[in-house]
């Protein structure tokens, strides 16, 4: 079985990773008749053309920044940032083999059989944050109202800022795909909340999402539990599908577990790839992509004080 750890070690770029990654496994798919593996393989190519023709990241992130100047006219005493990424090559890698697993997983434990090729190829289809952008906000102190908390006030402009968004991107050639999914009221498991909504970019042709957090949200999320190195807890849970699904019931549920694994315990610090170093899995300097998303963009923007405002 080939694997992304494969092509790792051997002081690359990541798009020659990529490209060797993607042919062989079409190559190995086609010989072992295998629509999973091609599949994975198509949806390393996209990751490929986002990388390789970035003039349309260019007109997102003007079209976007007319955003970010519109709440900074209106929100003034916000403090506020505006990131864009392309999703990195291992998280992507993982997303794509999580998926399967857990199709897999909750088609078994619901109709006690495995799913057919085209079932799990079709569950699939469900990537639309390959490039997401990011608002975090944050209300300092000197803004915030004496009867009612500042986690409060600032969820409130959360949602106030999530309902103007579709409208105001939409006449910039963003069509929304539908409202707003509420991960601050609903978290995940792991404590993550931020509200997702997803656009087609119909400039790029293309989908992309967009998440609004407020700090303390994104704290959680990037140096907090809900971050993407808490792979323990990660691990445990599918260590746990693989009690329930043996070893052999179903090949594509094997492949999955088995690259997820190899990621997870993967020692950065050993990876030989162009414009990557690590110490450790917690100690990164990625410029190509490898670990941490590709940015996009970066604008800040700092409160007003009080006695700024009229």
Not at 42 to 48: A, D, G, K, P, Y
Not at 70 to 83: C, I, Q, S, W
Not at 290 to 306: A, N
């Amino acid at each position: 079985m080939i694997t992304l750890n494969d092509y790792l070690f051997d002081g690359n770029t990541v798009l020659k990773i990529l490209l060797q990654y993607s042919s062989d496994l079409k190559d190995s798919a086609i010989k072992s008749n295998n629509p999973i593996d091609l599949a994975h393989s198509n949806f390393l190519i996209q990751i490929i053309e986002l990388l390789e023709h970035n003039d349309f990241l260019t007109s997102q992130a003007h079209r976007i920044k007319e955003f970010y100047k519109y709440m900074t006219r209106e929100y003034p005493f916000l403090a506020f940032t505006f990131k864009g990424r392309i999703k990195s090559l291992i998280r992507a890698e993982e997303k794509f083999n999580g998926y399967i697993l857990e199709y897999i997983y909750e088609y078994y434990q619901k109709n006690g059989k495995y799913p057919n090729e085209t079932e799990i190829k079709s569950s699939l289809n469900c990537f639309r944050d390959l490039i997401a952008y990011r608002i975090v906000i944050s209300l300092p102190q000197c803004h915030v109202s004496p009867d009612e908390s500042r986690e409060a006030q600032e969820e409130r402009y959360l949602y106030e800022i999530a309902e103007i968004m579709p409208n105001f991107l939409n006449d910039l050639g963003f069509t929304p795909e539908s409202d707003y999914r509420d991960y601050v009221k609903n978290p995940r498991p792991t404590g993550y909340q931020s509200l997702h909504i997803t656009f087609y970019d119909e400039m790029a042709r293309c989908y992309t999402e967009v998440q609004l957090r407020t700090k303390d949200m994104d704290d959680m999320a990037e140096i907090g539990e809900a971050n993407h190195f808490g792979y323990e807890k990660i691990q445990l849970e599918h260590r746990t599908k693989r009690d329930i699904i043996p070893v052999g019931e179903c090949v594509y549920f094997d492949e999955a577990y088995d690259r997820l694994i190899k990621l997870h315990e993967l020692d950065l610090s050993s990876v030989n790839v162009n414009m990557f170093k690590a110490l450790n899995n917690q100690l990164i300097n990625d410029g190509c992509g490898l670990f941490r998303g590709r940015q996009i963009m970066p604008f800040e923007h700092l409160s007003r004080f009080q006695n700024d405002l009229d």
